[in-house]
């Protein structure tokens, strides 16, 4: 699963979503449902600079991990996880709770499918070593029989 299919199973599982985008810490965009590229970077740098505004505004200088932010018209969520935002644009009156949770999630499973991804990936090729030929009983490859050969008549008698 790469970011762009995380948000598009985002906005599939929760329809209160209407667009979201998923960016670095930086603001730089990884994936956004808009079809036009700016608005991700519009929503992505709208939701940072909120982040950073909470995070300045408290006083135990923990780092805020997520925030709404309300108009009439509707709400702009981000939600921060481990240096990346994901933040989404809702309609009025959205159910807080379970748009937080699929934020979350999304970010979530995204982190979970890059870290097997990492660990799927093969690993250097290792050196070729050259292999003795062993020595020994354990070693033979010959099949030995338990019968009795029997031995064939002397033609010369």
């Known amino acids: ?33 808009f079809p036009r590229e700016e608005r991700g970077a519009e929503l992505a740098r709208a939701a940072l600079e909120l982040l950073a ?38 309609g009025a009156k959205p159910t807080v709770g379970l748009v937080f949770y ?9 982190e979970r499918e890059e870290a097997k991804a990492e660990k799927a990936e093969p690993a250097p090729a290792a050196k070729a070593t050259e292999t003795k030929p062993r020595v020994g009983k354990a070693a033979s ?3 030995t029989s338990t019968k009795k050969k029997e031995e064939a008549p002397d033609e010369g008698s």
Do not use: H, N, Y
């Open 1 to 33: 699963m790469d970011a762009a299919q995380a948000l598009a199973d985002l906005t599939e599982i929760s329809a209160q979503i209407e667009g979201a985008v998923l960016a670095e810490g930086d603001g730089s965009v990884i994936a956004s449902t």
């Open 53 to 90: 505004a909470a995070d300045q505004s408290r006083a135990d200088g923990q780092e805020l991990v997520q925030l709404q932010a309300v108009t009439p018209r509707g709400s702009l969520f981000a939600v921060r996880d481990g240096g990346r935002v994901v933040a989404a644009l809702t």
């Open 102 to 110: 699929d934020l979350k999630t999304c970010l979530r499973m995204l």
């Open 141 to 143: 490859t010959r099949k």
